[in-house]
């Protein structure tokens, strides 16, 4: 088991930047890899970035690419999303997940899930 704890979220201006984190704890982190995922009010979850074990490759959602960046520190057992030039439609829950040995950019084929933290972008 691989228990993930999302944190990092909160209200933040149009514009503005925020970092979220992504601790594990349980079993070897760095045979999973991670992704983050967003679902806003009333919409399906959706895959936003994800990073490889060894944080040598990366993917990321359209929407985000340029804006969003993954990375992850081993030593530390966490994985982060640096988002900057926030937007409006960036308001969603966003959840970690891990998934073992690999990646996928979709939200199907994660073996263990986060809570969720809430990010709300104003104007």
């Known amino acids: 088991q691989v228990q993930l704890v999302e944190s990092g979220g909160g209200l933040v201006q149009a514009g503005g930047s925020l970092r979220l984190s992504c601790a594990a704890s349980?079993?070897?982190?760095?045979?999973?890899?991670v992704g983050w995922f967003r679902q806003a009010a009333g919409k399906e979850r959706e895959f936003v970035a994800a990073i490889s074990t060894g944080g040598g490759s990366t993917n990321y959602a359209d929407s985000v690419k340029g804006r969003f960046t993954i990375y992850r520190d081993n030593a530390k057992n966490t994985v982060y999303l640096q988002m900057i030039t926030l937007k409006l439609e960036d308001t969603a829950v966003y959840f970690c997940?891990?998934?073992?040995?690999?990646?996928?950019?979709?939200?199907?084929?994660?073996?263990?899930w986060g809570q969720g933290t809430q990010v709300t972008v104003s104007s």
């Open positions: 349980g079993r070897p982190f760095n045979i999973y890899g």
């Open positions: 997940a891990a998934r073992y040995r690999g990646i996928v950019p979709a939200t199907y084929g994660y073996d263990y």
